[in-house]
């Protein structure tokens, strides 16, 4: 530990609050992008692309993710997962700057 830095139990937790609630609120921003990326011809892509909370992660739910995902579509060439990890690390290292 630094020389003349002092934490107790309450800064702790309140660090703990802050960084989880940065991944947590990262993890929702990141599904919104990744929904927007995924391509919507007949909506049925994003329809079943799902958030689960509890486990901060985003499910796509359909047969053919895999073929959108290497850009088999011309609405997302760059397919989506590639581009929401690069989101998803933008966006935690900018609220564990504020941190």
Do not use: H, V
Not at 3 to 13: E, P, S, Y
Not at 23 to 52: C, H, V
Not at 63 to 68: C, I
């Amino acid at each position: 530990m630094a020389k003349g830095m002092k934490l107790n139990k309450a800064d702790l937790k309140r660090l703990q609050n802050n960084i989880d609630k940065a991944i947590s609120t990262s993890m929702q921003d990141t599904y919104n992008y990744y929904k927007k990326e995924t391509p919507r011809k007949g909506g049925n892509a994003r329809n079943k692309t799902k958030f689960n909370k509890s486990r901060n992660s985003i499910n796509s739910n359909y047969d053919y993710a895999g073929r959108l995902d290497s850009g088999w579509s011309k609405q997302s060439p760059k397919g989506f997962t590639k581009p929401s990890l690069n989101f998803l690390e933008n966006t935690i290292t900018k609220k564990f700057k504020r941190i």
